[in-house]
């Protein structure tokens, strides 16, 4: 008998816990990271700038690298400081977005960049595979400086079985 009420017990703390934990949707993103002070190298096919409003537009195999952050889409707004410093205030990648980093990759629709905080927001049946696992989402805010993340939007998670992550 004394069995039985630890049983019952310790289902009990475990049952109380999960909710608690399934609301936990922060994520560790240790390879999608960004070194803040470090430029920012955009290459495309083709540019359109407009100094009066403070943006240029890229497009065609779109590539923005900054350390070791590299985000590629067909399509690139970037946003410049009103001050006329030149400072680099927003990235809006849209058309499908890749971001890559070390041993991590997300993908979305729709991202956008802010160099300041070193954060991107990805929109749109976001992936995110770091290994063998994938996690998805309809939007990841990811802080690159930090490694960290947030999912949201009925997120699901695919976790390998351990037979299947030793064989990578």
């Known amino acids: ?37 470090a430029p920012v190298q955009i290459t495309a096919d083709r540019l359109e700038a407009d100094q009066d409003s403070g943006t240029a537009v890229f497009t065609g195999d779109v590539v923005v690298i900054q350390g070791q952050m590299v985000m590629a889409a067909p399509r690139v707004e ?13 990235v809006h ?4 977005v890749t971001l890559t980093s070390d041993a991590e990759a997300a993908e979305g629709e729709d991202a956008v960049y802010t160099p ?7 929109t749109g049946d976001v992936l995110l595979t770091q290994g063998t ?14 490694g960290t993340g947030v999912m949201e939007g009925r997120v699901s998670m695919l976790i ?3 037979a299947e992550a030793g064989q990578d």
């Open 133 to 146: 696992t994938t996690l998805a989402g309809q939007m990841l805010t990811a802080d690159l400086s930090q």
């Open 160 to 162: 390998p079985a351990e």
């Open 116 to 122: 300041a905080d070193t954060t991107v927001v990805m």
């Open 93 to 96: 990648a849209t058309g499908g």
């Open 1 to 37: 008998m004394p069995h039985t009420h630890l049983l019952a017990l310790g289902l009990a703390v475990l049952l109380a816990a999960a909710p608690a934990a399934a609301q936990t949707t922060e994520i560790s993103l240790g390879g999608l990271r960004t070194d803040p002070d």
């Open 78 to 90: 970037v946003f410049y400081a009103a001050d006329g410093s030149g400072t680099l205030e927003r």
